[in-house]
């Protein structure tokens, strides 16, 4: 059982005691909502076949049978605007009678953060009612004359190469990284995904990259077997106190903090470091997460929290649920909450810094 699994059955079991010791809410919830012969939307603002349409699919039949009235549960993907259209269509009509659901990813939080001016939402107006974790493992190229994470200081003051989607995707924590770090990275922009990023990697186009763990253990062990590629770190995980901890799919690589100790010879701190922070909690940390609209009352929200509970004790969820999304544990309740308000806040003196950075150094606009 991993780190995060623990996590979420401990958090789970705790919410539930607390229930139990006040109100009888979830049984009162029940009886008020009955969704039998509807449809729950659920809006992904992405075009089907990525990451989070693939994540909300697998979950959808499991949330159906579980709900009150098993009402069908029908993704409906809204792409547009790096994820802002489908979620300002979900923040300006969805009504909350349950009926209408959103799943957000690490793209649409990255442009909340930062004050996209494409942005017509409010995080803090939604409820949360699940968050899924994932991580990332960045990596270099032996070219590099490194053997091993170890010899990380020896990548400062080599011109290193990345493939880059962009400067506001995913792939902002890893700028962040390698820039505390001291490292000195020409990034290319415009690739259309990770793999496509690996692929240049693999060419010898690139020396440095990082890929999702789903990515990482099918596509890169296979070059660090061969010797083609040197693992650095992992983006980790966070504890039940929002402390970065290693990620239980790679317990030997790093983390960021280790690595940065490694090379500064002190714990990072300041500005930087909280961006980082901040950008990879609500990457990865907190990458996926449902919600429901504005004005969900408190019951709607415990027959919501109630299902996922329902859903994780499911046993063919919990025969599927690694082969289909890899070994993070959904949440919700407590470390929903947790992870939700650690992934949708910022500091506004620490948004600057990364806003100065992308338009001085990228030239990148925001809403461009």
Do not use: C
């Not at 990255?110 to 803090?124: K, S």
């Not at 909280?274 to 940390?285: I, L, Q, R, V």
């Amino acid at each position: 059982m991993t780190d995060i699994t623990r996590f979420t059955r401990r958090a789970a079991l705790g919410v539930a005691a607390m229930a139990a010791a006040t109100l009888a809410l979830p049984g009162a919830a029940q009886a008020e909502y009955d969704f039998s012969g509807q449809t729950v939307e659920w809006i992904i603002p992405f075009g089907t076949g990525g990451g989070s349409d693939t994540w909300a699919r697998f979950n959808a039949p499991f949330l159906s049978r579980h709900l009150p009235g098993n009402p069908t549960v029908a993704v409906v993907n809204e792409p547009g605007g790096g994820s802002t259209r489908g979620t300002n269509l979900f923040a300006a009509r969805a009504q909350a009678d349950g009926l209408t659901i959103l799943g957000t990813s690490g793209s649409t939080q990255f442009p909340y953060l930062l004050g996209d001016p494409r942005v017509r939402y409010e995080y803090q107006d939604w409820s949360v009612v699940m968050v899924g974790p994932t991580g990332g493992v960045a990596y270099t190229s032996p070219s590099t004359g490194i053997s091993s994470v170890e010899e990380i200081a020896d990548l400062q003051g080599q011109r290193l190469t990345y493939a880059s989607q962009g400067a506001t995707s995913l792939d902002l924590v890893p700028m962040l990284a390698f820039r505390l770090l001291g490292l000195d990275v020409n990034y290319v922009f415009g690739f259309g995904g990770r793999g496509d990023g690996r692929l240049a990697f693999e060419r010898g186009e690139t020396n440095i990259d990082y890929q999702t763990s789903s990515a990482f253990i099918n596509n890169v062990t296979p070059l660090v077997e061969e010797g083609t590629a040197i693992p650095l770190m992992s983006w980790g995980v966070l504890d039940e106190e929002g402390n970065p901890q290693r990620d239980p799919t790679f317990p030997d690589l790093p983390i960021l903090e280790e690595v940065y100790e490694m090379v500064h010879g002190e714990a990072p701190s300041g500005d930087l470091y909280e961006a980082y922070k901040a950008f990879n909690t609500a990457g990865f940390a907190a990458q996926k997460m449902v919600v429901l609209p504005t004005g969900a009352s408190d019951e709607l929200v415990e027959v919501y929290r109630q299902a996922w509970r329902d859903v994780f004790a499911d046993p063919e969820y919990q025969a599927t649920v690694t082969d289909a999304l890899g070994e993070y544990g959904q949440v919700t309740d407590a470390a929903a909450e947790a992870l939700f308000r650690a992934g949708t806040n910022i500091g506004d003196s620490v948004r600057q810094m990364v806003v100065d950075m992308l338009q001085d150094e990228y030239n990148v606009r925001l809403g461009d």
